[in-house]
């Protein structure tokens, strides 16, 4: 998905600052506006940027917020260090965050560093949320458990006009 300056008005909208480093609309919601976005590994002004997926819709940055005030990351975190298969399909997630951020550039400071605690903690819901949208279920299993968790956080009209 490209990124048009309609895209990046109402990313600007969204985020109440000037976007930085957006490659592309990764992910937009219902309404058709962007709610994910894929950024560059390295800003404009040369700062590495790890987070290749970064969450822009406020209505879901403020519902992950009371997810993560909940305690489901500690919670999630715990299963990590015990489920095999989860703490397998997450570090997969992980490496498809790397795969993903390396076809847009390689940056040698943030090498082999995702985003969100990835590969064995959990830190950013925002950030694996953003994750499991731009890629669709199935690819980050804590990012699709903290999207089901928050249920159809799309369903009324946006917030952000232009």
Known sequence: ???????LAIIEA????????????AWRCPCGKPAVVKTEPRLENGTPFPTTYYLTCPRAVSAIGTLE??????EMTERL???????????AAHESYLADREKLGHVEEIAGISAGG?????????VLVGHS?????GVNPLGDEALEALGEWWQRPCEVEL
């Open 133 to 137: 949208l731009a890629k669709g279920p």
């Open 118 to 126: 990835m590969p064995t903690r959990v830190k950013c819901l925002h």
């Open 81 to 91: 260090e015990t489920d095999e298969e989860l703490a397998a399909k997450y570090c």
């Open 69 to 74: 005030a909940s305690g489901m990351m500690a």
């Open 14 to 25: 969204q985020l109440g600052r000037t976007p930085r480093g957006v490659a592309e609309v």
């Open 1 to 7: 998905m490209s990124v048009s300056d309609e895209d």
